[in-house]
Nanobody
Framework: VQLQASGGGLVQRGGSIRLSCTASGSTLPDRAIGWFRQAPDAGREPISCISARDGWAVYAETVKGRFTVSRDNSKATVHLQMNSLKPEDTADYYC????????????????????WGQGTQVTVSS
């Protein structure tokens, strides 16, 4: 199942932005959902994972303490709140399902190639 990220834009250093993630159907899959990002001329890197039901989330060290992921299954939406943004946070951001897990023991996983959906661009100006 493909998830769509939205809400990106241009933000100043130190600013905040909130991304949203929705499913093409009416509900989110009962699986963990991860956030990845891809900076210009770089590969995609995982930054966060949120579990399917209890809201447990884990983060990469590069975003821990600045980014917060939340999930509202009743509204079929996942949010990524990004605070204290830095120019190095500039990237395309993607949300994607982790088919193998419903609980995030780690923020890293390898998604199915078929599950990549549309990302959203975040640009942090200095």
């Amino acid at each position: 199942v493909q998830l769509q990220a939205s809400g990106g834009g241009l933000v100043q250093r130190g600013g905040s932005i909130r991304l949203s993630c929705t499913a093409s159907g009416s509900t989110l899959p009962d699986r963990a959902i991860g956030w990845f990002r891809q900076a210009p001329d770089a590969g995609r890197e995982p930054i966060s994972c949120i579990s399917a039901r209890d809201g447990w989330a884990v983060y990469a060290e590069t975003v821990k303490g600045r980014f917060t992921v939340s999930r509202d299954n009743s509204k079929a939406t996942v949010h990524l709140q990004m605070n204290s943004l830095k120019p190095e946070d500039t990237a395309d951001y993607y949300c994607i399902v982790d088919r193998a897990r419903d609980y995030c023991a780690d923020y890293k996983f390898i998604p199915s190639m078929d599950d990549w959906g549309q990302g959203t661009q975040v640009t942090v100006s200095s």
